[in-house]
């Protein structure tokens, strides 16, 4: 027997020099709430391929267009916990330091040729792929630009290469892109466009500007909306007063940081914790002390038990539904034109954020799914049936996994149905009409104005 001498491990599992974590192997899904695995989830580490269930079809039916919503890749945190030093990540996009892609390299080539492409108003000054040596806050990482890569990837191999949505010879009229005013999202989508259409030519790319992280262009005013956002925040402000074991971690860390509580708390310590655990980089330390994992499995298990109470309470369901309407309306309607023959659009893509998927999510009913994960994708995919040509149908899928039928609208119809689908007809009366019946109402325009029953 060889014995390896090994630095002394504290009780806290850390190396008390490099204080680094070594990520283990997620194989199983634990039974019980686990914060340390649901962050790895979130953090979506780019590692093994990922199995998908997009393009399932039975042989005689036909893709005819796809609409996929993103949220941005893994980015550096927006806020900063005070009086500590901010993680030291490194966004400067190097092909030889993991995580990587093999075509990394070729992307930050073909972004630098940018100049020929039609970017909306504010886009055009954004930059397309991150490049500082310490990140900026909120900006994409080396991580968040190969999420994406791997993304545009899988989709090339079965949307292209399988179901040849597109031709090769496709025109700027068959893409809709659309993404927010920050360089996270944008980054995002060319990531993601890189390696769904390789060495796409900058002429035919048209990036629309979307000024609302709810994508909801010129049909914003809903007072109705704004009113049931400001419930859930209540609810959400008196489930945390409720939790005295993630009050006294907030007293805890405020001491160890030297600041009032309510400042602590204030600098939203998640967000940047998040960020220092999926990049493997040691908790921030002071003088007094350092924050631990023992902090950071309280706040994200009051976390997760604040997006499941969020679930059951209703207040988050009826922002939902108005916050997404717009959108949902957007698609529906795109995908009538599709069904009908148009050619036009047959491929959109959305750069969003978690902001933008979870009310999606929970407007259509899919109560099951996990927050946003860095660089989730919602994919709705229209086919017609080969044998009836008039028939349409969709597929929904949440990070490759099938959830046609986990939504409200498409529920029962599973149990009646042989086809793996959803008619196209049931999310249109969905969209157009089931939405407003919880508001006593026919439209959004009134139900943007009346409370829920």
């Known amino acids: 027997?060889?014995?390896?001498?090994?630095?002394?491990?504290?009780?806290?599992?850390?190396?008390?020099?490099?204080?680094?974590?070594?990520?283990?192997?997620?194989?199983?899904?634990?039974?019980?709430?686990?914060?340390?695995?649901e962050a790895h989830v979130y953090c979506n580490i780019p590692s093994i391929a990922e199995r998908s269930m997009e393009g399932h079809a039975p042989h005689y039916f036909k893709l005819v267009s796809v609409q996929v919503l993103i949220r941005h890749g893994d980015r550096y945190p927006l806020y900063a916990?005070?009086?500590?030093?901010?993680?030291?990540?490194?966004?400067?996009?190097?092909?030889?330091?993991?995580?990587?892609?093999?075509?990394?390299?070729?992307?930050?080539?073909?972004?630098?040729?940018?100049?020929?492409?039609?970017?909306?108003?504010?886009?055009?000054?954004?930059?397309?792929?991150?490049?500082?040596?310490?990140?900026?806050?909120?900006?994409?990482?080396?991580?968040?630009?190969?999420?994406?890569?791997?993304?545009?990837?899988?989709?090339?191999?079965?949307?292209?290469?399988?179901?040849?949505?597109?031709?090769?010879?496709?025109?700027?009229?068959?893409?809709?892109?659309?993404?927010?005013?920050?360089s996270r999202t944008l980054q995002s989508a060319l990531a993601l466009l890189y390696t769904f259409l390789p060495d796409f030519d900058w002429k035919k790319i048209n990036m629309r500007h979307q000024w609302s992280t709810i994508f909801?262009?010129?049909?914003?005013?809903?007072?109705?909306?704004?009113?049931?956002?400001?419930?859930?925040?209540?609810?959400?402000?008196?489930?945390?007063?409720?939790?005295?074991?993630?009050?006294?971690?907030?007293?805890?860390?405020?001491?160890?940081?030297?600041?009032?509580?309510?400042?602590?708390?204030?600098?939203?310590?998640?967000?940047?914790?998040?960020?220092?655990?999926?990049?493997?980089?040691?908790?921030?330390c002071t003088k007094t002390g350092c924050i631990g994992m023992d902090h950071f499995k309280v706040i994200k298990r009051h976390q997760l038990e604040d997006e499941r109470e969020r679930q059951e309470k209703k207040l988050y369901f009826l922002y939902a539904l108005l916050a997404t309407h717009p959108l949902l309306n957007q698609t529906a309607n795109r995908l009538q034109r599709i069904a009908e023959g148009k050619k036009e659009e047959v491929f959109v893509l959305y750069s969003a954020h978690d902001v933008t998927l979870s009310p999606v999510l929970s407007a259509l009913g899919i109560t099951e799914a996990r927050f946003p994960r860095f660089a989730a994708r919602l994919v709705f995919e229209l086919w017609q049936d080969g044998k009836r040509p008039k028939e349409h149908f969709i597929r929904i899928l949440y990070n490759g996994a099938d959830v046609t039928f986990q939504t409200s609208f498409c529920k029962d119809h599973y149990k009646r149905s042989s086809k793996p689908?959803?008619?196209?007809?049931?999310?249109?009366?969905?969209?157009?009409?089931?939405?407003?019946?919880?508001?006593?109402s026919t439209s959004y325009y009134d139900a943007c104005r009346r409370r829920a029953l």
Not at 11 to 29: A, H
């Open 216 to 284: 909801c262009s010129g049909s914003c005013d809903c007072p109705m909306r704004n009113h049931y956002l400001e419930e859930e925040q209540r609810r959400q402000y008196s489930l945390r007063v409720k939790n005295n074991d993630l009050e006294k971690i907030y007293v805890d860390m405020a001491k160890i940081v030297g600041i009032p509580t309510r400042q602590l708390r204030a600098s939203n310590p998640i967000d940047s914790l998040l960020c220092y655990f999926c990049h493997n980089v040691s908790f921030p």
């Open 81 to 182: 916990i005070p009086k500590t030093k901010r993680p030291d990540i490194d966004c400067m996009l190097v092909p030889s330091r993991k995580p990587s892609h093999p075509q990394l390299e070729a992307f930050i080539k073909h972004m630098s040729k940018g100049s020929a492409a039609q970017m909306d108003g504010s886009l055009s000054s954004l930059p397309h792929f991150p490049s500082h040596s310490l990140c900026e806050m909120g900006e994409l990482t080396q991580t968040g630009v190969v999420q994406h890569l791997r993304n545009g990837q899988l989709l090339r191999e079965i949307y292209i290469n399988k179901h040849k949505l597109l031709p090769g010879d496709w025109t700027a009229k068959q893409l809709h892109l659309e993404t927010t005013g920050k």
């Open 1 to 37: 027997v060889h014995l390896i001498p090994v630095n002394p491990v504290r009780e806290d599992g850390l190396n008390p020099k490099s204080r680094k974590r070594i990520m283990p192997d997620l194989l199983t899904e634990p039974p019980a709430i686990d914060p340390i695995y």
């Open 421 to 440: 689908m959803c008619p196209l007809e049931k999310f249109v009366n969905f969209v157009k009409r089931d939405m407003f019946l919880i508001f006593n």
